[in-house]
């Protein structure tokens, strides 16, 4: 059973991390923000390190787990893709600048092939459950066959590099609010994957199937 206390810590540091980014948030400021005390968190956590992973690591679960619960339930493959990206997109609108905008920090230096092992493997789930709503969508005759395939390494690049920053950033210097360009982003995405009859009848279409890699 995992430890409501260790739970509460993570949410806490995660909150802190946030707001004030990891370099300037210290083991005491977790601590008394968890009204928890240092020797509660030490017990955990040997360091900011760990917890800086222990936040990762759940991020990236809650993230899965979401898209996982999309992927199963029993709505149409349409709804789902529509489902996931805004799912994934959501979390870029509730991730504060400051959590990612560290990359040359020391803490980043040092954890860094641990959370990039995370993140991998957290982003091969996600690209198996995005490719199975692709599929999903082409036999059921929801998603044209050509575009779904060509769109497919877009759309799971596009989802991954607005875990950057500076995509945010720039989105703002051309004047799209997060919600505004996110919205407009699902919405190509779905008008682009969208089957549409082409020669050849209906049924050879919605028969063939994918090649997405």
């Not at 900011?48 to 809650?62: D, F, G, L, N, P």
């Not at 905008?101 to 991998?120: A, C, M, V, W, Y």
């Not at 989802?159 to 190509?188: C, M, Q, W």
């Amino acid at each position: 059973m995992v430890s409501k206390t260790r739970e509460r810590l993570i949410e806490v540091a995660r909150q802190l991390f946030a707001r004030n980014g990891v370099e300037h948030t210290t083991m005491l400021d977790i601590a008394n923000a968890s009204e928890k005390g240092r020797r509660t968190l030490y017990t955990y956590f040997k360091n900011k390190r760990e917890i800086h992973q222990a936040v990762i690591e759940h991020e990236s679960e809650q993230i899965v787990a979401q898209e996982r619960q999309i992927q199963n339930s029993a709505i149409s493959a349409t709804n789902k893709l529509e489902g996931i990206l805004r799912a994934r997109l959501g979390v870029m609108l509730t991730t504060r600048p400051h959590r990612l905008s560290e990359p040359l920090s020391l803490i980043h230096f040092l954890d860094g092939n641990r959370s990039g092992k995370t993140k991998r493997l957290a982003a091969e789930k996600e690209l198996d459950i995005l490719q199975n709503v692709l599929r999903e969508g082409i036999e059921g005759g929801e998603f044209d066959f050509e575009q779904t395939n060509r769109l497919a390494p877009l759309i799971i690049l596009l989802l991954h590099s607005l875990d950057n920053p500076v995509a945010k950033d720039n989105l703002e210097i051309l004047g799209y609010t997060g919600e505004t360009a996110y919205d407009r982003i699902t919405a190509f995405i779905m008008n682009a994957v969208k089957y549409r009859p082409t020669a050849g009848t209906e049924s050879e279409i919605r028969n063939q199937k994918s090649t997405i890699d």
